[in-house]
């Protein structure tokens, strides 16, 4: 953390406020994963890939995974080494449905196609049966479900916790 110039706040919290946390998942993935989350508008505001980036350096992997309910957009993308290795992004607003650039593990390939078969599917029974509100958007959830493949976890539900696994952060006072 200290290439984005964070301090642990020495608080755990067993659901989010409004701030930054890291929640370590080395104990349920495969591989280690520590991530840091931005909860609220502001610290969500303030949180970029840039910051992924920059956690990328010295031969690091980093994910960057935003979305937005509001918006219907998300977008995740992996760091090394300081660099962009390859994206996905999805804007609910763009036709043709989530858009792949670089070169990404098969898995995202594997992933793209089955929310594609899902929105077909939820297509055809709004065609068939049309409702007020239209098909669901399936579409929107691939960068999450990309993000559970990579580190066991998703955004949502929230991780069931036996104790206090979020753990707050703070820009050093000298830094803020």
């Known amino acids: 953390m200290r290439a984005l110039d964070l301090a642990p706040a020495g608080e755990r919290e067993e659901f989010l406020d409004i701030g930054w946390y890291l929640l370590d998942l080395s104990a349920q993935a495969p591989n ?77 390939h594997t992933l793209d196609r089955k929310v594609r078969d899902d929105q077909r599917v939820e297509d055809a029974k709004e065609a068939a049966e049309p409702t007020s509100f239209g098909a669901a958007d399936v579409l929107y959830g691939l960068t999450a479900k990309i993000g559970e493949a990579l580190t066991s976890f998703n955004h949502s539900p929230w991780p069931q916790p036996d104790e206090d696994p979020f753990e707050g952060m703070y820009q050093p006072l000298d830094k803020a």
């Open 32 to 108: 280690a994963w520590t991530l840091l989350l931005a909860h609220g508008s502001e610290s969500f505001a303030e949180l970029a890939d840039d910051h992924a980036e920059a956690l990328s350096a010295g031969g690091h992997d980093t994910l960057y995974f935003w979305c937005s309910d509001t918006v219907m957009c998300s977008a995740i993308s992996a760091y090394h080494n300081g660099a962009c290795r390859w994206s996905v992004e999805y804007d609910c607003e763009e036709d043709g449905g989530p858009k792949i650039h670089g070169d990404p593990p098969q898995l995202v």
